[in-house]
């Protein structure tokens, strides 16, 4: 079996046994994982989210399958059952997210979707207690009031305008406009994401990053195009330039942006991995202002704030060393 241990962590910007710096190769992920929300925007002015969420899972998966039959035919061998097991929940969790979060995208602001879909490593704190017997620090509590507060705050900015004061619609008409839907659906994504990220940590202890990958991708596919026959939407018709987004998003944010993030979980520890994500909201909606030409409310930059505020709190967590705070500091 293919060795994929992870590594003593020294120095983020070190490559001991990496072809490039871990940090690096974060950086060119966030910039790729960037372009998910721009992609999927282009492809819903002709296909439905079901249909772009199966293609983007699907083309990975066909990309990876040769690769992993050829050079990892091995390691998929010596793969455990509850291995196998955890890895096709993953890939469960992982059909989920990507559903609620691109349809998300139908209803809500690409800053306030990307924003909420981040919350992800908050749910992991609420979920660790029981899934992982790790008791929440104050750091992660104090992240999870904020993060609340700023998810509070993009809700009204969604829902209410400013004028000579704050005027929202009913509660009724609030809880059921169409971007409270949309941020719903994009917190839905996050906590779907969250169980992909828990059991991603578990496995990829023991399981290399292509074998890994490779199932938890195939088992998205598998479920998004169940998912989509049976809502009656249909794979073929589309022009060629949505087939290529849909092409550019299984290349870009899927195999690029999420496999480097698990190749980066082997040299620099899960708390830091979490936290460089963050940098995905700002240049989507860097991105988004520049292209869609969507201009974020003032509102909606201050719960956006508040919300990175709280997760990066959340995430800057005591360790059992003071290593890996030392890590965490030295990245700026």
Known sequence: MTEDRILPIDNPHSHDGADIPPVIGLTLAIMAASTASILIRFAQSEAPSLVIAAYRLSIASLILSPVLFVRYRNDLQAMNKREVSLTLISGVFLSIHFVTW???????????????????PLFVALLSPIILRERPSRSIIVGLILALIGSLIIGLSDACSWGDGLRCP???AFLGGSAMKGDLLAIAGAAAGAGYIMIGRRVRGTVALIPYITLTYGTASVVLIVLMLRAGQTPFGYSSQTYLWFLLLALL?????????????????????SISQLGEPVSSTILAY????????PLRIVGAVIILTGITVASLRPTNNTRGMKLLSSVD
Do not use: D, G
């Open 102 to 120: 691109i349809t998300s995208l139908e209803y809500t602001s690409v800053a306030s979707s990307v924003v909420l879909v981040q919350t992800a």
């Open 170 to 172: 009913s509660m009724e």
């Open 253 to 273: 944010p899927q195999l690029f942006a999420h496999s480097t993030y698990n190749w980066a979980l082997r040299y620099l520890s899960a708390a830091l991995v």
């Open 290 to 297: 520049f292209i869609l030409k969507e201009i974020p409310t």
